[in-house]
């Protein structure tokens, strides 16, 4: 039976909730839900002392319990003793228990969003569930703590200040004490590269696993690092520099593939609000460069195939934002370019030589081409003779209709190749249309043609009617119009 709204029942209600084994999950559970019920009585005065009290007392309890545990954690591969590995129910029960401790905190929320000694556990709580690929989050609780999180940011809109030592106490209090001891070598305690590092142990080795408490015991701290990323500007970057590079350049670095990928995506949130100048000025943009640059060829057979995909996306995207960020101006175009360019000959030309005949390897490295194409601009003429026969190829392939995708991110490339490096496309004429047709025709002699071909064949027209237009002299229409007399399937494409 639930309590009356009175004082001592709300007290007597929320000891008796709290006071059980947290070991019993189904309990747990219980507790939490019957609290959020209980609290939705809109009878209830929070501004009693009493139920004050009461209130605070049963959110730190339900915090210390939806507190994303080692249980979801990586096992320590040199510890002691082994991890008990959680079953899946256990990782069940225990997601629906945050689950329900987001929906009991968001009954809370009117006492604690408005008392400032309560703001910064509550707000590292709610950020450890912010996203929703951690395996501790549910939808739910995904999308409640965000709606809390964003409600309370709109609550301090116009107080810089409060903002400011919410990320500052985020910061010292909770996440530099866990990256504290496997600080990287190269950084100085200023947060910029050292001229001379110190040894010491390497953010990216697992040899000691009690160095490593944000990644084996509290691993949630790397979502809460997140959402403080995200809440930064220009300034607050600058000002919290030194407690910010330790903690990214370290899950960057580490050994893992998961925290690259999530140390790739955390460098991305900085560099677009990170000023340019700051990144060069303390030597970390080419700090992060290096660091990135090894992972391009994280390539089958060496690297699992669902491991290197995303680790190869998430790096040639680090990587183009931190040059885009590292040299913004003009007068850098030249080193952008330069950098832009070993990108592409270390990344791109040399991963498909050792991976390309991996469709899956091939279609990032088409993407990804594009990208590169159009951050280089005209720039990327001098890669035409590497990148086009490449293209070529994969069009005129025997079975190149077996996997639609990897054709639809080549003809992508092709077509940011025509959109930038149209002043040259007329040197390489022959190789884009040959290529083009080709694949047109098999798709036209296709008896039952496969789903996604239509799209293919959208882009094939445009392309080549791109590359009409650009052509526009009586030689050109000649040749093209004996192609298109000579085969009747091509009749469709340059038909206008």
Same mark, same amino acid.
């Given at each position: 039976?639930? +309590?009356? @709204?009175?004082?001592?029942?709300?007290?007597?209600?929320?000891?008796?909730?709290?006071?059980?084994?947290?070991?019993?999950?189904?309990?747990?559970?219980?507790?939490?839900?019957?609290?959020?019920?209980?609290?939705?009585?809109?009878?209830?005065?929070?501004?009693?002392?009493?139920?004050?009290?009461?209130?605070?007392?049963?959110?730190?309890?339900?915090?210390?319990?939806?507190?994303?545990?080692?249980?979801?954690?990586?096992?320590?591969? $040199?510890?002691?003793?082994?991890?008990?590995?959680? @079953?899946?129910?256990?990782?069940?029960?225990?997601?629906?228990?945050?689950?329900?401790?987001?929906?009991?905190?968001?009954?809370?929320?009117?006492?604690?969003?408005?008392?400032?000694?309560?703001?910064? +556990?509550?707000?590292?709580?709610?950020?450890?569930?912010?996203?929703?690929?951690?395996?501790?989050?549910?939808?739910?609780?995904?999308?409640?703590?965000?709606?809390?999180?964003?409600?309370?940011?709109?609550?301090?809109?116009?107080?810089?200040?409060?903002?400011?030592?919410?990320?500052?106490?985020?910061?010292?209090?909770?996440?530099?004490?866990?990256?504290?001891?496997?600080?990287?070598?190269?950084?100085?305690?200023?947060?910029?590269?050292?001229?001379?590092?110190?040894?010491?142990?390497?953010?990216?080795?697992?040899?000691?696993?009690?160095?490593?408490?944000?990644? $084996?015991?509290?691993?949630?701290?790397?979502?809460?690092?997140?959402?403080?990323?995200?809440?930064?500007?220009?300034?607050?970057?600058?000002?919290?520099?030194?407690?910010?590079?330790?903690?990214?350049?370290?899950?960057?670095?580490?050994?893992?593939?998961?925290?690259?990928?999530?140390?790739?995506?955390?460098?991305?949130?900085?560099?677009?609000?990170?000023?340019?100048?700051?990144?060069?000025?303390?030597?970390?943009?080419?700090?992060?460069?290096?660091?990135?640059?090894?992972?391009?060829?994280?390539?089958?057979?060496?690297?699992?195939?669902?491991?290197?995909?995303?680790?190869?996306?998430?790096?040639?995207?680090?990587?183009?934002?931190?040059?885009?960020?590292?040299?913004?101006?003009?007068?850098?175009?030249?080193?952008?370019?330069?950098?832009?360019?070993?990108?592409?000959?270390?990344?791109?030309?040399?991963?498909?030589?050792?991976?390309?005949?991996?469709?899956?390897?091939?279609?990032?490295?088409?993407?990804?081409?594009?990208?590169?194409?159009?951050?280089?601009?005209?720039?990327?003429?001098?890669?035409?003779?590497?990148?086009?026969?490449?293209?070529?190829?994969?069009?005129?392939?025997? $079975?190149?209709?077996?996997?639609?995708?990897?054709?639809?991110?080549?003809?992508?490339?092709?077509?940011?190749?025509?959109?930038?490096?149209?002043?040259?496309?007329?040197?390489?004429?022959?190789?884009?249309?040959?290529?083009?047709?080709?694949?047109?025709?098999?798709?036209?002699?296709?008896?039952?043609?496969?789903?996604?071909?239509?799209?293919?064949?959208?882009?094939?027209?445009?392309?080549?009617?791109?590359?009409?237009?650009?052509?526009?002299?009586?030689?050109?229409?000649?040749?093209?119009?004996?192609?298109?007399?000579?085969?009747?399937?091509?009749?469709?494409? $340059?038909?206008?």
């Amino acid at each position: 039976m639930m +309590p009356g @709204s009175g004082s001592q029942d709300f007290l007597a209600f929320v000891d008796r909730l709290i006071r059980f084994s947290e070991d019993d999950f189904a309990q747990v559970h219980e507790h939490l839900l019957a609290g959020e019920k209980y609290l939705c009585n809109p009878d209830i005065d929070v501004t009693n002392p009493v139920n004050h009290a009461a209130a605070v007392q049963l959110r730190d309890w339900t915090i210390n319990v939806i507190q994303p545990t080692d249980a979801f954690a990586l096992e320590a591969p $040199f510890a002691a003793e082994s991890k008990p590995i959680a @079953s899946q129910d256990e990782i069940t029960w225990r997601v629906l228990i945050k689950t329900a401790g987001v929906f009991l905190l968001s009954q809370l929320r009117r006492l604690q969003l408005s008392d400032p000694e309560h703001t910064g +556990p509550l707000i590292a709580c709610l950020a450890s569930f912010t996203n929703a690929e951690d395996p501790w989050t549910s939808d739910d609780a995904h999308g409640l703590s965000r709606l809390m999180l964003s409600e309370y940011l709109e609550s301090i809109e116009g107080k810089p200040k409060a903002l400011e030592d919410l990320i500052t106490n985020l910061l010292r209090e909770r996440v530099k004490p866990l990256f504290v001891k496997s600080r990287n070598p190269i950084l100085t305690e200023a947060g910029r590269k050292a001229s001379s590092p110190t040894i010491g142990n390497s953010s990216s080795t697992d040899f000691e696993s009690a160095d490593k408490p944000w990644k $084996f015991e509290t691993p949630h701290i790397v979502a809460v690092f997140e959402w403080i990323l995200q809440q930064l500007d220009a300034s607050l970057v600058q000002a919290h520099w030194p407690l910010v590079i330790p903690p990214l350049l370290t899950t960057l670095d580490d050994v893992s593939i998961k925290y690259k990928i999530r140390g790739c995506k955390l460098l991305q949130i900085l560099v677009r609000v990170a000023p340019a100048n700051l990144l060069e000025r303390s030597g970390l943009g080419e700090v992060f460069h290096n660091t990135l640059t090894p992972y391009l060829l994280y390539l089958p057979s060496l690297t699992p195939e669902e491991e290197s995909i995303p680790l190869l996306d998430s790096t040639y995207d680090a990587l183009i934002s931190l040059t885009r960020a590292r040299y913004p101006n003009p007068d850098t175009g030249t080193q952008k370019i330069k950098t832009l360019d070993a990108i592409f000959r270390y990344g791109i030309l040399k991963g498909y030589a050792h991976a390309g005949e991996n469709v899956r390897i091939a279609e990032l490295f088409m993407q990804k081409s594009a990208d590169l194409v159009g951050a280089m601009k005209i720039y990327c003429v001098k890669h035409l003779k590497d990148l086009l026969p490449i293209i070529s190829g994969i069009l005129t392939a025997p $079975f190149a209709l077996a996997y639609p995708p990897l054709l639809v991110a080549s003809l992508q490339t092709l077509r940011a190749v025509v959109v930038n490096a149209w002043p040259r496309v007329g040197f390489h004429t022959g190789e884009i249309l040959e290529g083009l047709l080709m694949c047109w025709c098999r798709i036209a002699d296709e008896e039952e043609p496969a789903t996604g071909l239509e799209e293919i064949q959208a882009s094939i027209k445009e392309i080549v009617r791109a590359v009409v237009q650009l052509l526009k002299d009586d030689e050109a229409e000649k040749e093209l119009k004996m192609l298109n007399d000579c085969d009747a399937r091509l009749e469709a494409i $340059f038909t206008i």
